[in-house]
């Protein structure tokens, strides 16, 4: 089983509004990852988590802010977006393996900001 | 900064051709390298993951490496419609400290013409 679950699967939010977006494996995998994906472009990676540890931050905005509360889950949240910011949000999770990091994507959460 | 280098395409193929994906790659100390297939509007798909020189087949992908060349192929036997889909080459590992990031190509865009 490799299946990535996220949810909502389509979010509209104003540039004010305080949202989450929430993903969840159940694949034991201990590393999870935010990615931003634009139409016609590849992910961009934005945060990995390794057991539970914010690992990296690709110098992401303050605006988003990723939480995992424990090794299953993983969430973005989200204030005051930009139109800029609306895109394919994507999570992954790979097991900690030194070697492989085959990373498994989720459906994705289509946001746009109005 | 590493790259990953794909042609963009649009590669055409007539239905029960061979498709063929190619990948070149910057980090000569990249260690696993994948190619992931995403339809318009889903999620990035993995497909086939390789680690070391030589041929890996799984049905009608086989993907090939050369890390002396720092070279990543896919072929696609018997192509059908529903392989039309973007193609990503991903790569991790190598120099750089962190096993966790991918770098995507842009993606090859494959038709299959029935």
């Known amino acids: 089983d490799t299946e990535v679950t996220q949810t909502p699967k389509h979010l509209v939010m104003g540039m004010t509004n305080k949202k989450s977006l929430k993903c969840e494996q159940h694949?034991?995998?201990?590393?999870m990852y935010w990615y931003k994906q634009k139409a016609k472009k590849p992910p961009e990676l934005m945060f990995v988590?390794?057991?539970?540890?914010?690992?990296i931050n690709e110098s992401v905005p303050s605006r988003f802010s990723p939480e995992c509360p424990n090794s299953s889950l993983l969430n973005l949240h989200l204030h005051a977006l930009q139109p800029e910011d609306s895109a394919l949000y994507l999570c992954?999770?790979?097991?900690?393996?030194?070697?492989?990091?085959?990373?498994?994507f989720g459906p994705g959460t289509r946001l746009t900001v109005t | 900064q590493k790259e990953v280098e794909q042609n963009s395409g649009p590669l055409s193929v007539p239905e029960g051709a061979i498709a063929s994906l190619n990948c070149t790659y910057s980090?000569?100390?990249?260690?696993?390298f994948f190619w992931y297939r995403q339809y318009s509007g889903k999620s990035p798909e993995l497909i086939m993951s390789?680690?070391?020189?030589g041929d890996k087949e799984d049905g009608r992908f086989t993907a090939q490496l050369n890390k002396a060349s720092q070279y990543v192929s896919l072929l696609i036997r018997d192509s059908q419609p529903s392989d039309s889909a973007t193609y990503l080459c991903?790569?991790?590992?190598?120099?750089?400290?962190?096993?966790?990031?991918?770098?995507f190509g842009k993606g090859t865009l494959l038709t299959v013409n029935p």
């Open positions: 992954a999770s790979s097991q900690r393996d030194y070697r492989t990091y085959e990373q498994y």
């Open positions: 991903a790569v991790n590992g190598g120099s750089g400290g962190s096993n966790y990031k991918l770098t």
């Open positions: 988590y390794s057991y539970e540890k914010l690992s």
């Open positions: 390789i680690y070391s020189n």
């Open positions: 980090d000569r100390v990249s260690q696993s």
């Open positions: 694949m034991g995998h201990r590393a």
